[in-house]
């Protein structure tokens, strides 16, 4: 005689039993959003699959579930959909990807599927797209230095293991070449360890795509690099997806794997119009410039998960790419960003079309974690004060370039001539540098130290005295 | 307590969720959704329909789960054990909960938020059996931490007369330490109990303010003083340094208790102050820092009702420590994050909005916030204070947006950061032009007599000079310094010198990440010797140059770095130098 079955066995089978049902014919369609009456009860944020008129699945998830009507966003898009026609199931689970470390060296869409012809990756692990939120007393405090070789960076934005440090730029500067150098270079000094780069693309171009497949390629580390394309002829839905599936197989890599991975994700400005064009749909109630209200908690669940854990020997450094529209860093879109990232690398227009590259502007960038990272045993003791001093006359060169452009040059006083060639000198040596130039971190100190060299020791006030005996060479 | 069924769910909307079939459910009442059992809070109850807030990951719950009723509202567990801790927004232990569900938080996990198991030493008080006790009175003691002896508190509702009172000796945070025969029959009492979050605890009087809480940080202290009981915002953009202010008050503010609220901020930001604290040494008590504070994290990625409720649950548990006597200092940061999961939970629920989507009751939910602050005499009698220091966070950095105009309305004192001095690395970046403090006239009473006299004229004689620079500043974008006369280039050196030498502080610095009340004041008396024997000289006919290039302003601009807050006559040694370098100065004048 059979055993009866236990009510554990019973709610699976029931469970598989709902998975099963096909509702046929949906009641609204309206952009993204399929609206299905009159369905068993459904899972919020459960997932679905819609088959259209011939046959193919697109996949989706319940924005909103109620005994009445349930609410589907398609990452597809909903083209070609008919109402009659299509048919919708439930899954009863939530949105999970299949990754493992196969997936380096390939290339996907936006909800993890192979697009490089390849077959998916086999083994690994599924994992829920959406993650959990790390655990803060689970969090081992970020202090490596990496050198990205980039003065502007190791030098005053110093980029950290672990950190999230996002590029604020605008259309037509050069972020993606900045991107693509830094993952070429950024190595921890005197250490070998297993790194990998994890790009997600929402919404850029194919050239763009291309730009970093190439250099990747050149530089022969394509094949510890994933690639999520949701390019820019892509559904725009499938956006809101890409950033979580590629994180998903960033922790797996990181906390799994035990490798270090540099997640670099390009565009986010595109991500957060995908956002705002779900939530216009939806009716809701727009906060700023018709962002929706949870933008915030939306940007936060991407960006927090990245970091280190106590006893884990990986990590996550995200470093994402934003355009500001219209240059304005007090949009939404940078302005919260910087409210949830650990710094920023602010790209200014002005220096670019001086020639300068990387185009960093001084003052507005910042690193929050640089201050635990920097310093005697980690760089060079004197790093600290340098690169306040550096802030601090850099500061000053922005108010004399000011006074000059009102009373002009010839009548600034000396000490402030002097701050003109400081700044010049800083911004052509130490700022600007090549597209290929992978400078040491005491290369760098040496080009600050010898633009400070310009300015009277007794401008000098943040660094030590010892410091000014050891390394200012007028 | 007896769970019940409630009602069933019937739409699923992120946090919000709307139950049908509803019958016996009391408003505010603590619910738990779902087999997963997910906490939740009543927020709205219409005929058969309720609305709740679930403060954890809605994902999954279907419509038709079942909603279980707890009886009671969503509460804190007060008692010894909280020093030290890290608790999330509705008070759960997160280093138990990371024992439980490994480093990702999980969802529907019950832990309670007191050790049970723990046995503290409990003293027993000096009461004579059959004493008349009420609400508030200490029955005993429990030495927390090193520094933290906790008193135990009748709860507020109890009024009798004390039938037994335990001996000394160790008990867990539920036995029963006291019996009290009260009107309603014979209640026992143990060392922990549970408060309402959302109710400020009774006490017998509000007093007027009247001592400054010395922070340590220069500008605040010197220029916009807070009061002990008092409530203050910091607004400023993201990297004006909010953070490091509250971080940098935490550590070093003369407060005993210190509650940190970490709300819809960055993970590593906790991990920072969890590794930091306890390694740091707090200057009054030789003891660790972590000793005297309680963690509150709702970091950005956990779930944003939970976050509406942290505010709350740190104010809760400061109010428990200021019943006991202390001072307490809670640091929010940020508040803007907290009206932002209003917004939210207020959009979800399709209510109509007021200011930028904000709900219309935003300024009553701020207002009730800060008004839990203030300097009281507790129910038995003792003195305590909260003070908030909440930062807010505008968009855009512009103050103009509702948060920050509506918290200004309710608090008295106001830092605002300026984003021009973050970006010159001028931190604390706070703006002597657009800040102030009500608590002035306050405090003065007390700085007068622990600086002396001339404590206020010192104070408003350099913020004069501030905002005569400020005009001065004006003038020199238009034509240049040169075109100044020497007496008023001095007012601009002399404003320079303040600020590198006294404004300025480095909170990495082991020396400048605080000043004493009295290395402040001497600090500020040597600049101001400075400018007015130096004003007085130029007029005699002295040039700046020669004032400039006097040895000692070097010593004067590292003062802060290079002499300790306990050597106060190294300061006098240093006041010395700059009145005999200016008499050497006005003898070849005067030949």
Not at chain 1, 120 to 143: C, F, H, K, M, Q
Not at chain 1, 450 to 463: G, I, Q
Request: glycine share 8%; net charge negative.
């Amino acid at each position: 005689m059979k055993s009866r079955s236990s009510p554990e066995d019973l709610e699976a089978a029931q469970k598989r039993l709902l998975a099963g049902r096909e509702y046929i014919g949906v009641d609204r369609i309206e952009g993204p959003l399929v609206f299905v009456r009159n369905t068993h009860p459904v899972g919020y944020r459960d997932l679905a699959e819609c088959v259209d008129s011939k046959g193919e699945t697109r996949l989706g998830i319940v924005l909103d579930t109620s005994t009445e009507t349930v609410v589907l966003q398609i990452f597809a898009g909903t083209s070609g959909l008919t109402m009659p026609e299509t048919h919708v199931r439930f899954r009863g689970e939530p949105h999970t990807v299949q990754v493992s470390e196969r997936m380096l060296g390939r290339v996907f869409n936006g909800l993890g599927r192979p697009i490089d012809g390849g077959p998916s990756p086999a083994g690994g692990e599924e994992l829920d797209v959406n993650g959990r939120p790390i655990n803060p007393t689970a969090r081992e405090y970020p202090r490596d230095f990496i050198q990205t070789g980039i003065s502007a960076i190791d030098g005053m934005n110093t980029l950290i293991r672990g950190q999230k440090l996002p590029i604020f730029s605008g259309n037509g500067l050069p972020h993606n070449t900045l991107a693509a150098q830094v993952a070429r270079q950024a190595r921890i000094r005197g250490q070998e360890s297993r790194f990998a780069v994890v790009f997600a693309a929402m919404g850029v171009k194919h050239d763009v795509a291309r730009f970093f497949i190439d250099s990747f390629e050149q530089s022969g580390v394509l094949e510890n690099v994933a690639l999520f394309l949701s390019l820019a002829d892509d559904p725009s839905i499938e956006r809101l997806i890409t950033p979580r599936t590629a994180l998903t197989l960033a922790e797996y890599l990181a906390f799994s794997r035990d490798m270090h991975v540099l997640v670099i994700m390009t565009d986010m400005s595109n991500y957060c119009e995908a956002l705002r064009e779900v939530s216009t749909i939806r009716g809701e109630i727009p906060s700023r410039k018709g962002y929706p209200g949870y933008l915030y908690s939306d940007l936060a669940e991407i960006y927090e998960r990245s970091g280190m854990l106590k006893g884990f020997p990986g990590s996550i450094t995200q470093m994402p790419i934003l355009t500001m529209p219209n240059d304005d860093i007090s949009h939404p879109i940078p302005d919260l960003t910087g409210y949830i990232t650990e710094g920023q690398i602010v790209f200014e227009r002005e220096m670019h079309a001086r020639g300068i590259y990387p185009p960093v502007a001084g003052l507005p960038s910042l690193s929050r974690l640089m201050k635990d990272g920097i310093g005697e045993g980690m760089t060079r003791e004197d790093h600290p004060h340098l690169a306040s001093q550096l802030f601090a006359a850099y500061s000053y060169v922005k108010d004399v370039r000011n006074l000059a452009s009102v009373i002009g040059e010839e009548e600034l006083t000396p000490l402030d001539h002097q701050y003109l060639e400081f700044g010049e000198t800083f911004e052509r040596k130490f700022v600007s540098q090549s597209k290929t130039e992978d400078r040491t971190i005491e290369e760098t100190l040496e080009l600050g130290w010898r633009s400070l060299s310009l300015l009277a020791v007794e401008e000098l006030h943040r660094v030590s005295e010892e410091e000014i005996e050891k390394y200012y060479r007028p | 307590m007896e769970e019940r069924i409630i009602g069933q769910v019937n739409r699923v909307n992120g946090p919000v969720i709307e139950a049908a079939g509803v019958s016996d459910a009391m408003m505010l009442e603590l619910v738990r959704v779902g087999e997963v059992r997910l906490v939740g809070e009543i927020i709205k109850l219409a005929g058969d329909r309720a609305i709740i807030q679930v403060y954890e990951d809605t994902t999954g719950i279907a419509p038709g789960d079942n909603i279980f009723g707890s009886g009671s509202p969503l509460f804190v567990e007060l008692g010894p054990g909280l020093i030290g801790t890290i608790y999330d927004g509705i008070q759960r232990p997160l280093e138990r909960i990371l024992k439980l569900s490994g480093n990702f938080i999980e969802r529907g996990i019950r832990t309670p938020s007191l050790d049970r198991e723990k046995k503290w030493l409990f003293r027993p008080a000096e009461l004579a059996v059959g004493a008349e006790v009420s609400g508030g009175a200490v029955i005993g003691t429990v030495q927390e931490t090193e520094r933290v002896e906790q008193r135990i508190l009748l709860p507020p509702d109890v009024k009798g007369t004390l039938k037994s009172l335990a001996v000394e000796g160790q008990y867990t945070v539920e036995e029963t330490v006291a019996l009290v025969e009260t009107e309603s029959g014979e209640r026992g009492i143990a060392m922990m109990q549970r408060w309402p979050i959302r109710t400020p605890r009774p006490v017998a009087e509000r007093l007027p303010v009247n001592r400054p809480l010395i922070t340590g940080q220069r500008v605040i202290d010197t220029l916009f003083p807070v009061a002990r009981g008092g409530a203050v915002a910091i607004p400023g953009g993201f990297g004006t340094g909010k953070t490091m202010i509250q971080h940098a008050i935490a550590k070093w503010c003369d407060a005993e208790i210190i509650v940190y609220i970490g709300c819809g901020e960055r993970g590593n930001e906790m991990t920072d102050v969890l590794s930091e604290f306890p390694k740091l040494i707090d200057p009054r008590t030789g003891g660790s820092l972590m000793e005297r504070t309680v963690l509150i994290a709702n970091t950005s990625n956990m779930p944003v009702s939970a976050r509406e409720a942290s505010i709350y649950t740190g104010v809760t548990l400061a109010e428990y420590y200021r019943d006991q006597g202390f001072d307490v200092a809670v640091m929010a940061d940020s508040t803007s994050r907290w009206a932002e999961a209003l917004r939210e939970l207020s959009g979800r629920m399709e209510e109509m909005p007021a200011e930028e989507g904000f709900p219309a009751y935003l300024p009553t939910r701020i207002a009730e916030f800060y008004e839990r602050a203030g300097a009281m005499t507790t129910l038995a009698g003792q003195n305590g204070s909260v003070s908030i220091i909440g930062a807010v966070s505008p968009p855009g950095g512009d103050f103009s947006e509702p948060v920050t105009q509506h918290t200004k309305r309710f608090v008295r004192c106001f830092w605002a950061l300026d984003r021009q001095l973050a970006n010159a690395r001028h931190y604390p970046a706070i703006s002597w032009l657009e800040s102030y403090s009500e608590y002035l006239d306050e405090v003065t009473p007390w700085w007068e007599q622990a600086v002396g006299s001339s404590w206020t004229s010192d104070r408003s004689e350099i913020l004069e000079l501030l905002h005569r620079e400020v005009r001065l500043q004006q003038v020199v974008k238009l034509v240049g310094p040169d075109a100044l006369p020497d007496s008023q280039r001095f007012i601009i050196e002399v404003c320079t010198l303040f600020k590198n030498a006294f404004l300025q502080q480095n909170a990495f610095d082991d020396i400048d990440r605080y000043s004493t009340a009295e290395k402040q004041t001497r600090m500020l008396q040597i600049i101001l010797t400075y400018w007015r024997r130096g004003a007085e000289a130029i007029r005699r006919g002295m040039t700046l140059v020669r004032l400039r290039r006097m040895k000692v302003l070097q010593d004067i601009v590292k003062m802060k770095f290079t002499i300790d807050n306990e050597d106060l006559g190294a300061l006098d040694k240093l006041a010395a130098r700059l009145e005999r370098s200016l008499d050497q100065l006005e003898a070849i004048y005067e030949e």
